[in-house]
């Protein structure tokens, strides 16, 4: 006789150990500190900080451990953790011409005031596997410019002075804060590049990539890149003057667009603005070029590419989002299965009394929807 | 690092007052969707984030809590929900439907009526009936605003010309007090006929697409047909091979590879209750 099944509470609690354990690993082996991956594994750590918009290496840290590597679960965990913190303030904008620089580049100028600083980059290594990382090998001090660099002009300044770029206008405007307000479409600009700059990497290198192959191109050059410490400040309104909390490492990518003009506008050149929490090069030019994409509308442009197409864009470039739902597809959907079966069991009857009658074929109908 | 601690029923304050506030407008304009600010919760979207945040607005220490799946309350995900709210809430639970004040759902609405003071929520995954008809938000939204529901029908009738029946079997479009349409979730369509004139109060929470909608109790919910076409439900020949219940939605056990199959009750407090009641062992 059938007996329906019990015990999902066991079988949950199982599942859990016995993922506690492969997390774990080999015990002969010592196990890995946050302090190690927020050192070693830097980069991951950037990545699940700029996505779970959550600027805490150490916790970072602590998702990555947690999620045995899979940076889209550490994000997940991180974000979890984030929605729960109360907020006290509003920080100042960042201001990316001061900030501490570790690396600046310019693709539109072969030099310019501060010069081409390349700082730790993949750039021009050969990717041949090192066999002299294994173990721990001695690694010497580097050499850098003493006192560090500050204060470089940007590359859009330097062109805002001539008037060949669009001039961003500060509008006063209180931005839209996407975590704590319900998207409405369309966006303002505010609310479209915070949610890029929490998007997900491959999904916006995708449609970045997509733009340079023609479906939406927007003739990009890499006005400037820089990575660097920058002071986050606040006002607080006993003392009537801002006080630096902290610093963060951004990295701030500005892509330079052409634009042949129109009847409202003269011929200019046009942004494309990417800023994302740690260093990540590809994910800052990314969404730069989503960025400008996205403006298409502003200036007039023909929207006939996806990544010109804002409400496809940001509704689908959220992982946590888009892993929830790809994902709970293996949650049980028998209920409406059952349903579905039914429903194709009487269709096929009736087709195939049609057929009786008719003696003749039809072809097969899709029906119903896929699965919610 | 910070010390890791969760308010009651996991939300913060701020944000159960703002969840309510969307659930107010709701109730006050039924089958209208309701865009809220929805947080990230630590289970995943699309696994009841939406139906775990209405529920964490709604419910307080003295509710009785009641999560189905699929109609059952030992599905793995109702499992992990329920004891979430036990964790984060310290709420009772129960599988017993008429002794719940709190039912979370996903998939199904229970066979025993609900009463006066019960609310169900439901996990809805895509809360806009007409998505699969118009994929975008700017245009479905006029679409509701001007109560142009023409394309809805427009599909029904295909439906009918196409199969000659309507083809949809879960997630059957619903018109609330004679104005929106509404999704019901994806519950299959032999329980629409339980969400008319209910009683109790059904609160719909979409995590992921950041929407909140209601149907107040005693509200009219008619599933779209046409008068030479009426809507009608499944129905299945056989009963249900451990309680004998008819007229209950059945699962379809597969028994073995030889084409075996059983149907049982798909709401497993409903088929206890009965064998408990007549005696019948399984």
Known sequence: ???????????????????????????????ITEAQITEQLSLA???????????????????????????IEAIFILRAYRTTLPRFGVG???????????????????????????????????????????????????????????????????????????????????????????????????????????????????LAYSTQRGYGRSHPFVGEIRIGIATVEIDIPELGFAVAIGEVRVTECQMVNQFKGS?????????????????????????????????????????????????FVISHCDNVEATGFVEHLKLPHYVDFQAELGLVRRLRTAWQERGDVAGGEEGDEPIGEAAQ | MNAVTYNFAYLDEQTKRMIRRAILKAIAIPGYQVPFAAREMPMPYGWGTGGVQVTAAVIGPRDVLKVIDQGADDTTNAVSIRAFFRKVAGVATTTHTAEATVIQTRHRIPEHPLKEGQI????????????????????????????????????????????????T????????????????????????????????????????????YAVPPHTEVKSLDFEDHPFEVQTFTEPCALCGARNVYLDEVVLDDRGGRMFVCSDTDNCESRRAETGVQS
Not at chain 1, 57 to 64: D, E, N, Q
Not at chain 2, 147 to 160: A, P, Q, W
Request: aromatic share 6%; with cysteine.
């Open chain 1, 1 to 31: 006789m059938y007996v329906a099944v019990k015990g999902g509470e066991a079988a949950i609690d199982n599942a859990h150990h016995l993922l506690a354990d492969r997390r774990r690993g080999d015990r002969s082996l010592p196990a």
């Open chain 1, 45 to 71: 750590v950037d990545r699940v900080m700029a996505e779970a918009s959550l600027y805490d290496p150490s916790l970072a840290a602590l998702a990555i451990r947690q999620a045995r590597g899979d940076m």
């Open chain 1, 92 to 206: 100042l904008p960042l201001d990316s011409r001061t900030m501490r620089i570790e690396r600046r580049i310019s693709a539109t100028y072969k030099d310019l005031p501060g010069g081409q600083l390349l700082g730790p980059t993949f750039d021009y290594t050969h990717r041949l596997l090192d066999p002299t990382l294994s173990g721990d090998p001695e690694v010497p001090e580097p050499s850098c410019r003493d006192g560090g660099v500050g204060d470089l002009a940007r590359v859009s300044d330097i062109l805002d002075g001539e008037s060949l770029i669009e001039t961003e206008v500060d509008d006063d405007a209180e931005p839209g804060d996407i975590t704590r307000t319900p998207q409405e479409f369309p966006l303002s600009r505010a609310e479209r590049l915070q949610s890029l700059a929490r998007g997900d990497e491959g999904f916006l290198l995708a």
């Open chain 1, 263 to 311: 009847a409202a506008r003269p011929p200019q050149f046009t942004r494309g603005y990417g800023l994302v929490f740690g260093q990540s090069e590809r994910k800052a030019m990314a969404m730069s070029l989503c960025d400008r994409a996205l403006r298409a509308a502003e200036y007039g442009e023909e929207i006939t590419a996806p990544a010109q197409d804002e409400e």
């Open chain 2, 120 to 167: 169900l929520v439901y996990q809805v995954p895509i809360p806009e009936p007409l998505r699969f008809l118009e994929p975008r938000e700017t245009e479905t939204r006029v679409m509701h605003g001007l109560e142009d529901y023409g394309l809805m029908h427009v599909k029904l009738y295909e439906d009918i010309a196409h199969h000659g029946r309507i083809a």
């Open chain 2, 169 to 212: 079997a879960y997630a059957y479009p619903v018109k609330i007090a004679g104005r929106y349409v509404m999704d019901p979730s994806p519950i299959p369509k032999f329980d629409n006929p339980k969400m008319t004139m209910s009683p109790a109060l059904q609160l719909f929470g979409a995590g992921r697409e950041k929407r909140i």
